[in-house]
C-alpha cells in the first residue's frame, strides 16, 4: 500500500525563529528533510506550511508545498487540512515528518507506515526507544510511553511511568546518588514520528481536548482518550535529536558537514 510523507513546517518558533530555512551545509533545512523523507518508499512528499518564505523555497528546489491555515491548534490539524485538499482515501497512509528533523532516518518513516499496515486495528502507529539513563525517566520534557505485548499503547506521560514503587520506596529520587532503574521493567521514551490513516485525522479535528492532554499538554493523549488505538513498536535505528534551539542547529551543521568533507 503506497503512503504519502507530510512535513509541518512552521516559521514561528520561540526558541528558534525560521529554523526550517536555517542553512545546513548549503542547503535549508527543510531541503535536508525532504530528501531524507524521499529516501523513504513514501510515494509523495509534501511540505505542509502557512509561511510564503517557506513556500518559495521549497519550491525553488521542487518540493511540494501545500498551504494551511496558520489558526490551527495542532500538527495533527494541519495534515488533516492536507489530506482533505489532496483528496486522500480513508484508508490512506500519512506519515508526519516534522520539518527540524534534518536527520531523520527514512528507516523510521517506513517502519511507522509499515506498522499501520500490519495492525489494521491501529489508527495511529509512532516510535520509542529504550531509556538506559535513569535521569531521563525524570525529565517532563522526555515522554515516556507504557504499551503492551502486541506494542499498543496505554498511556503517554511526561512523569516516570510505570512508577517503580518497591525500587523507588522514599519518593522521587531526583537527588539520589544511587539512582537507578529497576532491572525487570523497560523504559521507553517516545519518539515524536507518528503515521496516521486518514480516517482517523477526520475525525481527531471533531474531538475537543482531552483533559488528560491539556494537563500532560501532549496531543496524542485526544486519540487515546477517544478511544483510538496507537501502535507503538521501538525504533529498527537509533534516531538523531532534531534542532530545538541553536546549539542544536550547530551541532547539526557540523555533522553533516563534517559527512560532507568524508564523501566529497
Known amino acids: 500500500m503506497s503512503f504519502t510523507v507530510v512535513i509541518p513546517a512552521r516559521y514561528a518558533s520561540s526558541r528558534l525563529p525560521g529554523k526550517p530555512l536555517a542553512v545546513i551545509a548549503g542547503k535549508p533545512m527543510i531541503q535536508h528533510v525532504c530528501e531524507r523523507a524521499s529516501e523513504s518508499r513514501a510515494d509523495r512528499v509534501v511540505v505542509a506550511t502557512d509561511d510564503e518564505r517557506i513556500q518559495r523555497v521549497c519550491e525553488a528546489f521542487g518540493a511540494e508545498v501545500v498551504m494551511t491555515s496558520p489558526n490551527h491548534a495542532s500538527g495533527t490539524d ?37 506498522n499501520l499496515e500490519f495492525f489494521p486495528e491501529a489508527a495511529i502507529a509512532t516510535l520509542c526507544e529504550r531509556i538506559h539513563d535513569p535521569e531521563q525517566v525524570f525529565n517532563p520534557n522526555v515522554v515516556k510511553v507504557v504499551f503492551d505485548h502486541q506494542g499498543m499503547a496505554h498511556y503517554f506521560s511526561r512523569a516516570p511511568i510505570p512508577w517503580a514503587r518497591d525500587h523507588w520506596q522514599n519518593g522521587t529520587p531526583l537527588n539520589a546518588v544511587d539512582v537507578s532503574l529497576p532491572d525487570n521493567m523497560g523504559y521507553f521514551r517516545h519518539i515524536g514520528i507518528y503515521g496516521y490513516r486518514v480516517s482517523v485525522l477526520g475525525q481527531f479535528v471533531g474531538w475537543t481536548p482531552a483533559p488528560t492532554e491539556i494537563t500532560e499538554s501532549l496531543e496524542q493523549l485526544r486519540a487515546l482518550y477517544n478511544g483510538a488505538r496507537i501502535h507503538v513498536d521501538v525504533a529498527s535505528v537509533n534516531p538523531p535529536a532534531g534542532v530545538d534551539t541553536e546549539s542544536d542547529l550547530q551541532r547539526v551543521r557540523q555533522w553533516l558537514e563534517q559527512e560532507g568533507e568524508r564523501h566529497g
Open 78 to 114: 494541519r495534515l488533516e487540512e492536507v489530506a482533505r485538499k489532496l483528496g486522500f482515501e480513508p484508508d490512506h497512509r500519512v506519515v508526519n515528518v516534522q520539518g527540524d528533523e534534518p536527520l531523520i532516518p527514512p528507516e523510521l518513516i517506513n517502519q511507522v507506515a509499515d
